[in-house]
Nanobody, 126 residues
C-alpha cells in the first residue's frame, strides 16, 4: 500500500513563490510515476506536473511550464513542487498522486492514478 501526505499549503501574493512537498511511503514499484494535480472551485481536477522514476522524465501542463518545477528527494521519499511567479489562477487544492504507469503514460493528462494524498490548499491573492 502506498501512502502520500502533502505538506501544508499556504497563501501568497501574486508573483510570489511556494514549495509543496509530499511524503511518499510504500512499495516502490507502485509509485514509478508521481504527480501533482490541482482542483479549483467549480472546475475539474487537472494535472500539473509528473515525474518518472526520480526525474528521468518530467512533464508539465502548459499553464505552468517555466514557472513550476517537480522534483524528488529519493533518500527522503519526498516529492516536491516548486511554484514561482504565482497567479490568481493557480489558486486551488493541490494533490500529489502515485502510480505504476509506464514512462509513456506518466503525464499530467493521464488518468487512472492509483494513490492520492489528501490535498493541500494554495491561495494566491493580489
Amino acid at each position: 500500500q502506498v501512502q502520500l501526505k502533502e505538506s501544508e499549503g499556504g497563501s501568497v501574493q501574486v508573483g510570489g513563490s511556494l514549495k509543496l512537498s509530499c511524503a511518499v511511503s510504500g512499495y516502490t514499484y507502485s509509485r514509478n510515476c508521481l504527480g501533482w494535480f490541482r482542483q479549483a472551485p467549480g472546475k475539474e481536477r487537472e494535472g500539473v506536473a509528473t515525474t518518472y522514476i526520480g526525474g528521468i522524465i518530467t512533464n508539465y501542463a502548459d499553464s505552468v511550464k517555466g514557472r513550476f518545477t517537480i522534483s524528488t528527494d529519493d533518500a527522503k521519499n519526498t516529492l516536491f513542487l516548486q511554484m514561482n511567479n504565482l497567479t490568481a489562477e493557480d489558486t486551488a487544492m493541490y494533490y500529489c498522486a502515485a502510480s505504476k504507469k509506464s514512462w509513456a503514460e506518466c503525464a499530467p493528462g493521464s488518468v487512472g492514478w492509483d494513490y492520492w494524498g489528501q490535498g493541500t490548499q494554495v491561495t494566491v491573492s493580489a
